[in-house]
């Protein structure tokens, strides 16, 4: 039987895991009377939540086709710029790719950062157009903006010459020709993959000392420590003693194979051994992790490891001290955060922790909000209560001029003609160049710029707001520049309340004059707090646990029903994004809440004063 590998990669939402889906079902993986979840790959509750796949994650499908029985491990990667981490790791270990590229929307910012890293790496991928089946889609014209874009970031000849097919993951089929094959299975794509992927050149190597380079890292409850990645050389046998070098060749520690588990379907199924060229998950070794090599004891040189993109935003996560600490999660000392911060390190390289001069405090630096967002939520679902800062960038320093340099990224906008002029307006305050304008579909027009990270800090929000929810924002990191100046920040102030305790409706609705709210009846504020927006530029100090002064008076009209509007709750996403720097996101397992970093208005303005 013979073996392919290939990673699925794109832009966020271009269809990569319902694809997968459809693989799986063609080829046989499910019975015909089993249940199946649809986006089966996107397995954890926030991927499920959210619609998007953060974990890359490896399946495999018995294909039978014209050439004979095919093995093929599939691997579904995160489609989203902030965790791009994964896909370069992973690219590393295929021999293919299927670049997948919505036939509506066209190429966009992501598809062009996980394009350059499959061409750097030699890879010849397969271009699917994908989403055929809608209405306004223009296959044909997106297939000449891929082909420009391989041409623009370097494709070789061989590499330009890529086969295409046209398909619905939807439906479930793929064809040559759109006019006209039939539209009916994906037969077309798995001959495809078998005809144009090479096998693994490993496959050679089964009688040379074994060697693996881990890619992925997961923690199992039962086999502790396992590692993901392709069998370079030799072949992997439960209990082979192996040895963990790092990417100096340094070892890391010695241990013995415990299982090796191979991926069927959906499921992973231990196996008595595994040859070269297979993508496998190893279990027995607790100090190695993603970039080192594993290997047979006489191994001396580790494996070349793909060299990480270096983060670009970074958040100090510490203990929340808040009034309210303690109340909700269980997990809330210095020692507890640091082990969780430290162990996610491990796990996703994207991500650098470091210790501040501040006690208790951690920072974090990662590729943008949504990865740092992902992770403060898991930590939240797992108990723990935390306080988060405002995000910053991280910036760099040119060794040769000794200028500051921030990251700068490639945006993408398809906005209503009618909000073009507001969009261009904001950013351009923030910053950000248009580089490209123009129509992108009826009545949308497709704004490209270049812009600082910290511009679009918060930016998200107000955007939406602007283009009244019907605007599409993408953004990937593209490289550095010099540093280019100031920029305006939030410009409304915030209501913050001057003492504990419980609010009052009667307090709520006659602030709601002065802003919109946060909060609503009946819940527990504190000093500090940041209970709302005020409609004007500066902070103001409110008390929201006034109560209405009773009287004996019952005339006709004098009581007046309190009638609040709904409060504005911001997601973990926004509240980090929203506020400023002199304020903190409390996190808890059941609330989010804004609130200034010195409680004491008192305190408050003699920091002010001292600044």
Not at 36 to 42: G, L, S, T
Not at 58 to 70: C, E, I, M, Y
Not at 308 to 317: G, K, N
Request: glycine share 8%; aromatic share 4%; proline share 5%.
């Amino acid at each position: 039987m013979s073996l392919r590998n290939i990673a699925i990669i794109a832009h966020v939402d271009h269809g990569k895991t319902t694809l997968v889906d459809q693989l799986l079902a063609q080829s046989g993986i499910f019975r015909a009377n089993e249940a199946h979840a649809e986006r089966a790959m996107d397995s954890n509750d926030q991927e499920r939540e959210r619609g998007i796949t953060i974990l890359a994650k490896a399946t495999s499908v018995l294909w039978h086709g014209a050439a004979g029985d095919t093995r093929i491990n599939i691997i579904d990667t995160p489609g989203h710029a902030d965790f791009g981490g994964e896909v370069e790791r992973i690219l590393g270990m295929v021999d293919g790719c299927l670049l997948l590229v919505d036939a509506e929307e066209g190429v966009m910012p992501q598809t062009k950062f996980v394009l350059g890293k499959a061409l750097k790496l030699g890879l010849r991928p397969i271009l699917v157009l994908n989403k055929a089946d809608r209405p306004h889609a223009d296959a044909d014209k997106v297939l000449n903006e891929a082909f420009d874009l391989f041409a623009a970031i370097g494709a070789t000849d061989e590499q330009l010459d890529f086969p295409h097919l046209y398909a619905s993951g939807k439906q479930g089929w793929a064809v040559k020709d759109l006019a006209k094959d039939e539209k009916k299975d994906l037969a077309p794509l798995f001959d495809l993959i078998v005809q144009h992927v090479p096998p693994p050149a490993a496959e050679s190597r089964v009688e040379e000392p074994f060697q693996l380079l881990a890619v992925l890292i997961e923690s199992d409850p039962f086999l502790g420590r396992l590692l993901t990645g392709r069998i370079e050389a030799g072949r992997a046998v439960p209990g082979t003693a192996i040895r963990a070098l790092d990417r100096n060749g340094q070892e890391i520690e010695r241990g013995r194979i415990t299982k090796v588990l191979a991926f069927r379907g959906l499921k992973r199924t231990a196996i008595d051994s595994a040859d070269a060229g297979d993508i496998v998950a190893i279990a027995g070794l607790s100090k190695a992790t993603v970039a080192d090599t594993l290997g047979a004891p006489e191994l001396t040189e580790a494996l070349p490891a793909q060299p990480i993109d270096p983060p670009t935003i970074a958040i100090t996560v510490s203990v929340n001290d808040s009034p309210l600490a303690g109340r909700e999660g269980d997990k809330v000392q210095s020692r507890v955060i640091r082990d969780r911060l430290l162990r996610e390190a491990e796990a996703n390289v994207a991500i650098k922790v470091s210790e501040t001069a501040e006690k208790d405090a951690y920072e974090i630096a990662g590729r943008g909000e949504l990865q740092l967002g992902v992770l403060i939520e898991t930590m939240r679902r797992e108990g723990f209560e935390v306080s988060i800062s405002r995000p910053r960038v991280v910036f760099q320093t040119d060794p040769e001029t000794g200028q500051r340099l921030e990251p700068i990224e490639d945006v993408v906008i398809d906005v209503d003609d009618d909000f073009t002029g507001v969009v261009i307006e904001k950013l351009s305050a923030r910053k950000a160049e248009l580089k490209d304008m123009g129509p992108s579909g009826a009545g949308k027009t497709r704004l490209t710029l270049q812009s600082p990270s910290r511009s679009l800090i918060g930016y998200q929000g107000e955007f939406l707001t602007d283009t009244r929810g019907s605007g599409v924002l993408n953004r990937v990191f593209s490289h550095y520049e010099p540093y280019k100046g100031a920029i305006e920040g939030r410009r409304n102030g915030v209501l913050v309340s001057n003492s504990d305790g419980e609010t009052a409706a009667y307090a709520l609705w006659n602030l709601e004059e002065r802003g919109t709210m946060f909060v609503s009846g009946g819940e527990k504020t504190y000093q500090g707090m940041i209970i709302g927006e005020n409609s004007r530029g500066d902070d103001l100090d409110v008390n929201p646990m006034k109560a209405k002064q009773l009287t004996n008076v019952r005339a006709s009209g004098k009581d007046e029903a309190v009638r609040l509007t709904p409060p504005r709750r911001p997601t973990l996403e926004q509240a980090i994004a929203y506020i400023a720097e002199d304020e903190l996101v409390e996190v808890t397992p059941k609330s989010i809440r804004l609130r200034k970093k010195v409680l004491n208005p008192s305190f408050r303005k003699k920091r002010v004063r001292e600044d």
